[in-house]
Structures are given as C-alpha cells and as structure tokens.
C-alpha cells in the first residue's frame, strides 16, 4: 500500500485546514488508517484513526471536539479536517494504514508526512 499525504500549510491560530491521504494498491481499502504526527523535538504521537468500514472513529484527547477523520473507500482517501486551530497543533502529520488503534507499531504503511505550521 502506497500513501500519499497532501493539504498542509500555514494557517494561523483559529484557522482551519483539510488534509487528505490517498491510498493506493491492493486492498488499501480494508485497512483501518490513522493520523499521527510529530512536532519537532518531539515523538511522533496519535492523532486520530478510523476503521474500515467508517463506523468507528478515535481522536487524541488533544484534538477531540476540533479535528474529525473520514474516509471514502471509493476513492481510497482519508481525509482529516481540523478547526480551531492552536499553536501547539504545528507539526508534519502522517497517514497510515493497518490494523488501527493509537499504537504507532499497529501500522504497517506510512506516508510521506505534510507539514502543518500554525502561526499566533
């Protein structure tokens, strides 16, 4: 499975911003997906993730209420849309397809990473 991550930039604080993952090859569809990303001098950490299927959705408590993950597997894109922007949301956020969940090593494929910046 091939990831490519888009839809970063610069935005300021309060902004918003819509970032999209296409997945390409052989079943990128059944796999669950999941955003995380990675502030410099930081660890990369979980953001959001969503099943196969849709139905199920998980957000970082640091995100909830502000960003919302989707899919469409008919086009095989993953998308996360995130308002009210903060400071502290600068970062390169990655997609990733696998098993789901907020556990980094539950993802086999990985994107190329988009780079956020929220300015104040």
């Known amino acids: 499975v091939q990831l490519q991550a888009s839809g970063g930039g610069l935005v300021q604080a309060g902004g918003s911003l819509r970032l999209s993952c296409a997945a390409s090859?052989?079943?990128?569809?059944?796999?669950?997906m999941g955003w995380f990303r990675q502030a410099p001098g930081k660890e990369r950490e979980f953001v959001a993730s969503?099943?196969?299927?849709?139905?199920?959705?998980d957000y970082a408590d640091s995100v909830k209420g502000r960003f919302t993950i989707s899919r469409d597997n008919a086009k095989n894109t993953v998308y996360v849309q995130m308002n009210s922007l903060e400071v502290e949301d600068t970062a390169v956020y990655y997609c990733?397809?696998?098993?789901?969940?907020?556990?980094?090593?539950?993802?086999?494929?990985w994107g190329q990473g988009t780079l956020v910046t929220v300015s104040s």
């Open positions: 969503i099943v196969w299927s849709g139905g199920s959705t």
């Open positions: 990733a397809a696998g098993l789901g969940g907020r556990r980094i090593y539950r993802y086999s494929f």
């Open positions: 090859g052989r079943t990128s569809s059944t796999y669950a």
